[in-house]
Antibody, heavy 117, light 108 residues
Framework: QVQLQESGPGLVRPSGTLSLTCTVSGASISNSHWLSWVRQPPGKGLEWIGEIYHTGNTNYNPSLKSRVTLSVDNSKNQMSLILTSVTAADTAVYYC??????????WGKGTAVTVSS | EIVLTQSPDTLSLSPGDRATLSCRTSQSVSSNYLAWYQQKPGQVPRLVIYGTSNRATGIPDRFSGSGSGTDFTLTISRLEPEDFAVYYCQRYGSSPLYSFGQGTKVEI
């Protein structure tokens, strides 16, 4: 069974760069469906950030596209998220998720990121 | 951009009650592209319904989904204590690829 685990710094300075990694276990990332990042600010709803395929093909949320870069490392079975020029509005729990048929069927446990000086 | 509006924001019910949650989209959505998630406090969202009416793995049959076009419904026939949670509808499409409703909280 596919499992996802997010990791990265829990605190990022304003105007800095947020960098997170999602490690996939239980399956090769090359055999997986698209992998997404979703975030959830404290007490708020879900926002899709973007997705990547093992080939490196990506799709991004237009609202974040100018600040987001996704990448994949097939040898490590990992994908990564980079979000630049962060502000307090980027404070959230960040989830990675594996796509099913037009949905997000498997989710990691999430990692909390706070943007603060 | 398609907007998903869920109603009500909060549903106050008792165990054993029937829960009916609504998700309306600003443009017509293919039935294949509509899903529902359950999120309990401090927990990860969990896929409940996909393709409008298909239960995800391990989801009990008291959960059902229906709808078409711009109106979709998640029904919980008889609420169990573990069903009290926030439920999000999600649509797959374009720009952005995945978008979510604001959520409906089902509370006791």
């Amino acid at each position: 069974q596919v499992q996802l685990q997010e990791s990265g710094p829990g605190l990022v300075r304003p105007s800095g760069t947020l960098s997170l990694t999602c490690t996939v276990s239980g399956a090769s990332i090359s055999n997986s469906h698209w992998l997404s990042w979703v975030r959830q600010p404290p007490g708020k709803g879900l926002e899709w950030i973007g997705e990547i395929y093992h080939t490196g093909n990506t799709n991004y949320n237009p609202s974040l596209k100018s600040r987001v870069t996704l990448s994949v490392d097939n040898s490590k079975n990992q994908m990564s998220l980079i979000l630049t020029s962060v502000t307090a509005a980027d404070t959230a729990v960040y989830y990675c998720a594996k796509a099913g048929a037009y949905n997000l069927e498997v989710w990691g446990k999430g990692t909390a990121v706070t943007v603060s000086s | 951009e398609i907007v998903l509006t869920q109603s009500p924001d909060t549903l106050s019910l008792s165990p054993g009650d029937r829960a009916t949650l609504s998700c309306r989209t600003s443009q017509s959505v293919s039935s294949n592209y509509l899903a529902w998630y359950q999120q309990k406090p401090g927990q990860v969202p969990r896929l409940v319904i996909y393709g409008t009416s298909n239960r995800a793995t391990g989801i009990p049959d008291r959960f059902s989904g229906s709808g078409s076009g711009t109106d979709f419904t998640l029904t919980i026939s008889r609420l169990e204590p573990e069903d009290f949670a926030v439920y999000y509808c999600q649509r797959y499409g374009s720009s952005p690829l995945y978008s979510f409703g604001q959520g409906t909280k089902v509370e006791i």
